[in-house]
């Protein structure tokens, strides 16, 4: 069982930087599959971002790909989401979530693929 606690979200103006951490519980965190998904109010849960075992891996959302960027410190048991130039879009409640592995490249961007979330953090990005 793992359980992911997600912070660091709030209010910014566009064109700042928010970052968000998602703590994790359990002792073979380093093993699993974490990413970032959001969802925005009337819409649906998309992906964000994710990250293999040791962060060797990234894939990204071309939403947002080349202004954040997930990382992980595994002796923290801590994945984290950097937002830089944030826009109005990038408004919604953003959700840690874990899957399980066997590779340690493996990444995952559909979220039937992960096993565990986090309660959600909310972001609001105003103009």
């Known amino acids: 069982q793992v359980q992911l606690v997600e912070s660091g979200g709030g209010l910014v103006q566009a064109g700042g930087s928010l970052r968000l951490s998602c703590a994790a519980s359990g002792r073979t965190f380093s093993t699993y599959v974490m990413g970032w998904f959001r969802q925005a109010p009337g819409k649906e849960r998309e992906f964000v971002a994710s990250?293999?075992?040791?962060?060797?891996?990234?894939y990204y959302a071309a939403s947002v790909k080349g202004r954040f960027t997930i990382s992980r410190d595994n002796a923290k048991n801590t994945v984290y989401l950097q937002m830089n130039s944030l826009k109005p879009e990038d408004t919604a409640v953003y959700y840690c979530?874990?899957?399980?592995?066997?590779?340690?490249?493996?990444?995952?961007?559909?979220?039937?693929?992960?096993?565990?979330w986090g309660q959600g953090t909310q972001v609001t990005v105003s103009s």
């Open positions: 979530a874990a899957g399980r592995s066997t590779s340690r490249l493996m990444i995952y961007y559909h979220s039937d693929d992960y096993d565990y």
């Open positions: 990250s293999s075992w040791s962060g060797g891996n990234t």
